[in-house]
Nanobody
Framework: QVRLVESGGDLVQPGGSLRLSCAAS????????VGWFRQAPGKERKGLAC????????FYVDSVKGRFTISRDNVKKTVYLQMNSLEPEDTGVYYC????????????????WGQGTQVTVSS
């Protein structure tokens, strides 16, 4: 059965760092673009970062560019999001997702989704 399971969310102070992980199972990760999304309470899910299936092209929204880094390990079948210089505005539930080959910032175009992990940035 296809599964994506996020982990690593926590309560962290502003300026701190976290690394989120997304473990994939039930399918072969190569050939899929991988993305990270965030949803704050009462708001729509927003794309933050994505990597093409080739692993060499990455994209970030302006609000996280320079602070967040997406990566993948096809052998371990795990996707990562390294988050540095965290701000209160980064608070929300973080989801990983995959789609075919190319990154597109459209939530309903992603084929598989995890259940999310909570990140809270507060002093």
């Amino acid at each position: 059965q296809v599964r994506l399971v996020e982990s690593g969310g926590d309560l962290v102070q502003p300026g701190g760092s976290l690394r989120l992980s997304c473990a994939a199972s039930g399918f072969t990760l190569p050939g899929y673009a991988v993305g990270w999304f965030r949803q704050a309470p009462g708001k729509e899910r927003k794309g933050l970062a994505c990597m093409h299936s080739n692993g060499g092209s990455t994209f970030y929204v302006d609000s996280v560019k320079g602070r967040f880094t997406i990566s993948r390990d096809n052998v371990k079948k795990t996707v990562y999001l390294q988050m540095n210089s965290l701000e209160p505005e980064d608070t929300g539930v973080y989801y990983c997702a995959v789609r075919d080959v190319w990154c597109i910032n459209s939530t309903n175009s992603y084929r598989y989704w995890g259940q999310g992990t909570q990140v809270t940035v507060s002093s």
